[in-house]
């Protein structure tokens, strides 16, 4: 073990195998260079696991086969499990595959070594966002946000005001035009009802009068042929601008504010 970080990975892995195995007397077994080790860096006999302290007198005894009460030298890839040289021979593992138990254990720890790879990389990426993202920082971002939406909002509130006057006064124009319009109706309709009644009168005349008054009657019976006035207002014109009529054109126009 060169480093710390290497101690733990080996530390978790001495929870199922171990290479030289020892046990403290508080019961919980080790690998002999990992206890050395951790007692080295931690400078203090304790155990790994339980923080029991260790007195120089206490015993660093072999972990053995609870079967055999032998040295577990072997591995069983089958059973995924540690075994002496009677478990190798017995019975219960024929046909079972057995590596020294010191070859897995290497291979082992590269296989769990690559495995915490990525989550050192997470951790350190998590770490840096919990460094750089206070609340007090969340809190902050989302005020002046806050405060931004205020401020784009209200330009689009005086859009939709102005929007809101300016179509209302061409409302209100059209609306003098069509009174207007509307007074100058009411005198083509008098005129109009004033000259066929006298055309009608006239026609009513004796013979002579008639044909006197024949071609100024023509003459006034003459009219330009001019299409009738629309006097009511286009309302769809006006409400094709307001939100409740046009919510996609609105959404636009805010889009382009915002």
């Known amino acids: 073990m060169d480093s710390p970080d290497e101690y733990d990975i080996i530390r978790l892995l001495c929870c199922e195998i171990k290479i030289d195995p020892v046990v403290l007397s508080c019961s919980h077994s080790f690998c002999r260079v990992c206890l050395q080790q951790f007692w080295r860096t931690k400078e203090t006999q304790e155990c790994p696991l339980c923080g029991r302290r260790s007195s120089s007198d206490d015993p660093l005894c072999e972990e053995l086969c609870s079967l055999h009460r032998e ?63 206070k609340v007090e920082h969340i809190k902050s971002q989302a005020d002046q946000t806050e405060h931004q939406i205020k401020q784009q909002f209200e330009k689009l509130h005086q859009f939709l005001r102005d929007e809101e006057e300016a179509t209302i006064t061409a409302l209100r124009e059209e609306e003098e035009q069509k009174k207007q319009m509307m007074e100058k109706l009411n005198r083509d309709v008098s005129a109009l009802s004033h000259t066929i009644k006298y055309m009608e009168e006239m026609m009513k005349a004796n013979d002579v009068y008639f044909l006197k008054k024949f071609p100024d009657s023509m003459e006034r019976v003459q009219i330009s042929p001019q299409p009738d006035p629309e006097i009511l207002i286009h309302v769809p014109r ?16 805010s889009r382009t504010l915002l």
Not at 75 to 89: G, I, S, T, Y
Not at 238 to 253: D, K, M, N, V
Request: aromatic share 8%.
């Open 71 to 133: 040295k577990l030298d072997f591995f069983c890839l089958e059973d995924k499990q540690p075994a002496c040289l009677v478990c190798r021979d017995s019975q219960e593992h024929v046909n079972h595959t057995f590596r020294p138990i010191s070859e897995m254990i290497s291979s082992f720890k590269e296989e769990l070594i690559t495995a915490l790879k990525p989550l050192r990389k997470k951790l350190k990426s998590r770490e840096y966002i919990q460094g750089n993202c």
């Open 238 to 253: 006006y409400l094709a601008t307001c939100p409740s009529e046009s919510g996609r054109r609105c959404r636009t126009s």
